[in-house]
């Protein structure tokens, strides 16, 4: 079983930035790829970004492009989201994935962090 944790949520202004982390423990021999979804109230869950552990793989919610940037430290098994530019409608919980396999599709993570509010307001 993999555990992990999210941090660096909070309340930002319009424009800010933030960045997210989230460490990795446990089992995680098994983990190939790590990413980031989000859930805002009234909302259906959606896909922010994901990478593998290579780094040969990222991808991005069209929404998030050419603002927010997902890294990895494999040393630290932690992956990052970095999220400049932020705007009102990013404001949601924001949950940490990994799993086996590399994809935009919930299904594709067997392991969800608990999640951490980003708010943007003024």
């Known amino acids: 079983q993999a555990q992990l944790v999210e941090s660096g949520g909070g309340l930002v202004q319009p424009g800010g930035s933030l960045r997210l982390s989230c460490a990795a423990s446990?089992?995680?021999?098994?983990?190939?790829?790590m990413g980031w979804y989000r859930q805002a109230p009234g909302r259906e869950r959606e896909f922010v970004a994901a990478i593998t552990w290579g780094g040969g793989l990222i991808g991005y919610a069209d929404s998030v492009k050419g603002r927010f940037t997902i890294s990895r430290d494999n040393a630290k098994n932690t992956v990052y989201l970095q999220m400049n530019s932020l705007k009102p409608e990013d404001t949601a919980v924001y949950y940490c994935?990994?799993?086996?396999?590399?994809?935009?599709?919930?299904?594709?993570?067997?392991?969800w962090g608990q999640g951490t509010q980003v708010t943007v307001s003024s």
């Open positions: 994935v990994a799993g086996a396999h590399y994809g935009e599709y919930a299904r594709t993570y067997t392991y």
């Open positions: 446990g089992i995680i021999f098994s983990i190939n790829s």
